[in-house]
């Protein structure tokens, strides 16, 4: 094959997608799932060591494979203060024997007994470490701030994790454990040193390293489709085919690895198994073996044609190291990339002529991959999608004036009359139809076509009918304030079930005396108002949501502070808090409630309250709010306090500075 013309049409992919392959390979840099030098030599660089190839990186086989898990036990074992364990390693290094000549040779400094006793003792010596651990209170855990943030280490879930796992005392507990169970240091040492290695091996194979197929999938696309949408990351959990793809990779690295003990035979496999990658992203239906069969006759006499391919980037490679792994990261990846995809496609095209000599080509057989599909295969796939073309629907008329400002923007009516409900289904229908406008235009791959989507017994299945949930709506004044009570009354809820779960105890949680927490239903309307345009880009307005949650929640606390001098929350120790007002875990659980109410359960609620009649409906909202203020009138003077509610342990930290 002509390395020219590869690289070429490499350089047009690339040019056409650049920032998408730049990111998803420069992602995977830093995962460590391939090219994990690009980062480790900018990191090196940054952290300004004295060479960019670390002494601390390790370079064997193993680690290549495996991600380093060797490495990984190595910090633990350093984490647990047992550098016993790695001297008797240290000095076969430095006496130049190996661990047989050890064996073989006892009268020599290092004996095998000697290593054996070293390494025990470096294990079991945990226990002692241990023991100090489990006598420490969470009062001498020292508290870090930056600015008026608090890294807290004592309350909450992120902040167990957090000191858990910055102390290795999950570590440690878990040794404890196993030796608490079999009651024995030596079985426990052994024991979590296989436990470790296990699961290394199976984060690296079952979850990181299918990154690798997710990335050949992206740049196959990108060959033949002039768009690659960012959620075809998921292709693998759409087609059900996420841990099969990832045992057909672990066993092929595990058969790799092995012939790797022969040196020559490693590097033999690696290339002949090269393709497999490819085909698992073109078709992640087929077994272990059918994967490896294919590509190695996909590489029958290309080994060396692909060795030297990518030989010819070694001057890339070579100036990304005098800068620090830059251009790598910026470039060189992804058009080394592009070049071995379009390799791949050619030798493809080369197997598939050969189908009556190797009979797995017939799995190769996503060919909507490599051209575009035709207008009857694409019509048939999404027949749905035509038939809501085809409705002829009438263009309602828009709102005006102040209320149609005030519906473009906030998403409030004052009546949820027919007239909104003919716009909202309008807007639905034009809203499906953009969305698989690309697929009719051929601008981007029909994954209704993808042969393992075909296959999937997901997408047989129709989905039980429910009501009309289009999030896109826009609320009546009537449906906000019966949803403002209900989410006020779900957050009193939350509120008084983890406080009896906690202490066991009921108590009447919030300012207010009544049954309502008024701050989760001043947040849920919120966000369904303020951020209404935003409903239709899911990820801006979850980020938007920590946001502006944080915001009301923080305002509501210095408030009330201000005129009671007492908290009603304190999340002093909590990890990463702002005076104890707002934490990171508050605002992450906000912002998912927040997703819940904007994309179910207002839409739920709405179709509900829709169907009371509006002499009902009035009536009912007026007498909730004259109880609601009336509430507001009496506790602002008999505010709602005592044990459980203002008074608890590790509170009031302005207090006592």
Known sequence: MNRKVLKNRGLEVLQKHYWLLVVILAFGSFLGVENSSSYNTLKSALTKESSVFSEEQSTSILD????????????????????????????????????????????????????????????????DTVA????????????????????????????????????????????????????????????????????????????????IVIIRRFLLEARTYENVPVRRIFFLTRSGRWFHTSWVLFTTS????????????????????????????????????????????????????????????IGWHFLSVLLVGIPELVFVNAYEATVFAEYYSELRLLVKKQKKKIPEAELLNDRFLYIHADDEHINEAYADILELADEEMPVPNKLRGISGFIARNFGVVLFANKEEAKLCEYEEHQRKLKTRQYVFEKRIYPFRLFPAYRKNILHLIKPPKIEYLHYGRRYSIWSIIMMFFLFSFMGWLWEVALHIYQDGVFVNRGFLNGPYVPIYGFGGITILVILYRLRNKPLLEFLTTIVLCGVLEYVTATVLYNLYNTRWWDYTGYFLNIQGRICAEGLLIFAVFGAIVVYLLGPVCDNFFRRIRLKVAAPLCIVLLIVFMADIVYSSVNPNTGAGITDYPGQHQEEQQ
Do not use: C
Request: proline share 2%; glycine share 8%.
């Open 64 to 127: 290549e494979r495996f991600g380093g898990f060797t490495d990984i036990v190595k910090y633990i074992s350093g984490g647990f203060g047992s550098d016993s364990v790695w001297k008797s390693t240290e000095k076969l290094q430095e006496s130049g024997k190996s661990f047989q000549d050890s064996i073989t040779d006892p009268e020599k400094d290092i004996a095998i007994t000697d290593t054996v006793t070293e390494l025990k003792d470096g294990l079991i010596g945990v226990k």
């Open 132 to 211: 100090e651990e489990a006598y420490k209170t969470n009062d001498e855990q020292e508290t870090t701030y930056f600015g008026p943030i608090e890294v807290g280490l004592t309350q909450g879930v992120f902040a167990g994790v957090a000191s858990t796992v910055s102390s290795g005392n999950l570590f440690k507990t878990i040794f404890t454990g196993i030796a608490t169970i079999f009651r024995s240091d030596d079985v426990a040492a052994i024991i979590f040193i296989i436990l470790i290695l296990l699961v290394s091996v199976f984060v690296w194979s079952f979850i990181t390293r299918v990154y």
């Open 254 to 313: 595990f058969i790799t690895t092995l012939w790797y003990l022969t040196l020559i035979g490693g590097i033999i496999k690696s290339y002949q198994y090269m393709m497999v990658p490819y085909i698992l992203a073109e078709n992640p239906s087929v077994t272990p073996k059918e994967a490896r069969a294919l590509s190695t006759a996909m590489m029958n006499g290309h080994k060396w044609e692909a060795f030297k391919l990518k030989l010819s980037f």
